[in-house]
């Protein structure tokens, strides 16, 4: 058998035995679900199978990828207490639905503007009265995709002085209280003396 005789068999062959061929080329993607925050870089891992020939492997973007939106998300560890001068008030960033996110692309924002912190937990050891404002987590390449706003409303501790300035203002309130009864009831008894005088005469 020549050799055009033996190209032709052996195209019958594959002709015949469909998807041999077939079942020697794949690709295996090892993270069945990916989940990603809308706006983030997302890396989509996978590997290839093919025969040992020499080929040229052109590969292109698939854009029909199905989208679900996960939500940022920010949370407080003071939900119903209220916040005081001096407390521990912790607030993190996570996703909706465990979804993972890199740390490196989120970012703090406080009142709307970008505010420095770690990316997923900020932590106020000593919260002051200046910390108040409204608190949210967002993607750093596009701070419109952002989570939800949390009102971080931080009470001002009543210092010492305060209170002595308190207690003084009662104490002199009282004193003063004191002497307009005391003038009271004087010219009360003098007027009564006068009258018995009078009486008397």
Same mark, same amino acid.
């Given at each position: 058998?020549?050799?055009?005789?033996?190209?032709?068999?052996?195209?019958?062959?594959?002709?015949?035995?469909?998807?041999?061929?077939?079942? #020697? !080329?794949?690709?295996?993607?090892?993270?069945?679900?990916?989940?990603?925050?809308?706006?983030?870089?997302?890396?989509?891992?996978? @590997?290839?199978?093919?025969?040992?020939?020499?080929?040229?492997?052109?590969?292109?973007?698939?854009?029909?990828?199905?989208? #679900?939106?996960?939500?940022?998300?920010?949370? *407080?560890?003071?939900?119903?207490?209220?916040?005081?001068?001096?407390?521990?008030?912790?607030?993190?960033?996570?996703?909706?639905?465990?979804?993972?996110? *890199? $740390? #490196?692309?989120?970012? !703090?924002?406080?009142?709307?503007?970008?505010?420095?912190?770690?990316?997923?937990?900020?932590?106020?050891?000593?919260? #002051?009265? @200046?910390?108040?404002?409204?608190?949210?987590? +967002?993607?750093?390449?596009?701070?419109?995709?952002?989570?939800?706003?949390?009102?971080? +409303?931080? @009470?001002?501790?009543?210092?010492? $002085?305060?209170?002595?300035?308190?207690?003084?203002?009662?104490?002199?309130?009282?004193?003063?209280?004191?002497?307009?009864?005391?003038?009271?009831?004087?010219?009360?008894?003098?007027?009564?003396? $006068?009258?018995?005088?009078?009486?008397?005469?």
């Amino acid at each position: 058998m020549g050799v055009r005789d033996t190209l032709h068999c052996w195209g019958l062959t594959l002709l015949i035995l469909p998807g041999v061929l077939v079942d #020697s !080329w794949g690709v295996s993607y090892p993270e069945k679900q990916i989940c990603a925050v809308r706006g983030s870089t997302v890396i989509i891992t996978c @590997q290839y199978t093919y025969p040992d020939i020499n080929m040229k492997i052109i590969l292109s973007s698939d854009t029909n990828l199905h989208e #679900s939106a996960k939500e940022l998300m920010v949370t *407080s560890s003071r939900t119903t207490e209220p916040i005081k001068e001096g407390d521990n008030v912790i607030l993190t960033c996570a996703t909706k639905n465990s979804c993972n996110v *890199s $740390q #490196s692309e989120l970012t !703090w924002l406080k009142d709307k503007m970008l505010f420095p912190g770690p990316p997923t937990r900020l932590e106020f050891k000593f919260i #002051s009265h @200046q910390n108040t404002g409204t608190y949210s987590c +967002a993607l750093k390449n596009n701070i419109t995709i952002s989570s939800n706003e949390i009102i971080v +409303a931080v @009470q001002p501790k009543r210092s010492v $002085q305060f209170l002595i300035a308190l207690l003084v203002g009662i104490v002199l309130t009282m004193l003063a209280v004191a002497l307009v009864a005391n003038i009271y009831f004087k010219r009360s008894a003098k007027r009564q003396e $006068q009258l018995a005088s009078s009486t008397a005469h």
